[in-house]
């Protein structure tokens, strides 16, 4: 292989996990400030790293036999046009990223958008139906713990109850799930459509595994069973049935946590940071965590300002709602960015216009009502 070829494949690894190789310079850095010594061992949050892995693993599988793609793809031929299929696409998105996580939602559901619109003639809703999805993904995963990964994360850490958090997250999400139903009525028409009709056969025996497999990580996730059980079930499950998998997990996604509960140990050593910090977070922890997505993204903004208080009511609710905005105030946008991208090339400057329309739009109306909601 050429130095050329190898450097092409470095940059390309590099833009992938634009994130992850962040958070490593970062973590880096705060190192030589603070000197590696046996209290890095506690900046991890091990019950967080092992619930991620298990979820993303068996939700790999699952998509490999193609178990959500056959699943949409069945709702959406329910409906005979477009505002109808629109919405559907939208809530199997929405729904989807409470099971599987938000990136996963939209990995697995947006080539399902593109599949349903091109084929049927309405590529003109395409940047409105992405957009969407992308809002749906980031919005719908805030319900439940492991719908979002700053979720597992926070959920482990303050030791919430079930029922506590999803009383923090119904009514965002009730707001959320009516503004998006809102925009799909209001922005497409209800044209009438038809969609091919291809035949794919799941097996039975592996769905009926990867779903006991599912049903398990959720377990673990509801401190129904100790972690370190998972780690040991699932891996060995798919070491036989699906080897691919385990390949397929996004480690990426997993060294960046890493990184960031190091760069977030770290800063929360350092006196400066921990006052300014600190004193912030006493004056708005909801709007200071909610603008700090909006710049360094909702994860590490959940790692990091969770070192700084113990408010973690409306930490969770601003790292949530913040995840709309900026392209880079979700990982998950970025996805979407780059899937939409791949297909109309030509249209960078106007997808980000429309983007930035419509997710500072929820953006500032999901914000005003959190506020509302601490008045009552």
């Known amino acids: 292989m050429s130095e050329q070829s190898m450097g092409s494949r470095a940059l390309g690894l590099v833009k992938k996990n634009a994130v992850c190789c962040i958070a490593f310079v970062l973590a880096l850095i705060t190192c030589f400030i603070i000197p590696i010594d046996k ?3 506690g900046y991890f949050d091990y019950k967080t790293l092992t619930c991620l892995f298990c979820v993303l693993a068996v939700v790999c599988a699952l998509k490999n036999i193609r178990f959500f793609y056959i699943l949409a793809k069945k709702v959406v031929r329910l409906f005979k046009n477009a505002r109808m299929s629109v919405l559907a696409l939208v809530y199997i998105t929405f729904i989807g990223s409470m099971l599987i996580a938000n990136d996963m939602a939209l990995l697995t559901f947006l080539p399902l958008g593109y599949f349903v619109l091109t084929t049927t003639g309405k590529e003109k809703y395409m940047a409105f139906v992405f957009i969407m999805q992308n809002i749906a993904a980031n ?17 482990s850490k ?24 809102l925009c799909c009525i209001v922005f497409v028409k209800p044209e009438p459509l038809e969609l091919d009709d291809e035949k794919v056969q799941l097996s039975i025996p592996r769905t009926a595994a990867y779903l006991g497999l599912f049903a398990l990580s959720i377990v673990i996730v509801f401190r129904g069973i100790p972690y370190w059980i998972g780690l040991i079930i699932i891996p060995i499950a ?22 960031f509960f190091i760069f977030a140990g770290n800063m929360a050593r350092i006196d400066v940071v921990r006052s300014l910090f600190s004193s912030l977070l006493d ?11 909006q710049f360094i993204s909702n994860v590490p903004s959940a790692i990091l300002l969770s070192q700084f ?7 969770l609710v601003g790292v949530n709602i913040g995840g709309v905005g900026t392209l880079i105030a979700s990982l998950a946008s970025l996805i979407t ?6 297909h109309n090339p030509g249209r960078t400057l106007y997808y980000v216009a429309k983007f930035s329309v419509f997710n500072f739009g929820f953006l500032v109306i999901l914000l005003l009502f959190s506020f509302a909601m601490k008045l009552f």
């Open 39 to 41: 209290e890095y061992l």
């Open 139 to 155: 919005l719908g995963g805030m319900l439940t713990p492991f719908g979002n990964p700053q979720n597992l994360y926070l959920y």
């Open 158 to 181: 303050y030791e919430i109850d079930n029922l506590e958090f999803m009383g923090i997250m119904a009514p965002p999400f009730v707001v959320s799930v009516l503004l998006i139903t």
């Open 238 to 259: 798919l070491l036989f049935m699906d080897r691919k998998a385990l390949l397929d997990v996004d480690y990426g996604l997993l060294l960046t946590f890493v990184f």
């Open 283 to 293: 004056k708005s922890t909801l709007l200071f965590s909610t603008v700090s997505c």
């Open 309 to 315: 208080t113990s408010n973690y009511r409306d930490l």
């Open 337 to 342: 960015f780059r899937e939409y991208i791949k």
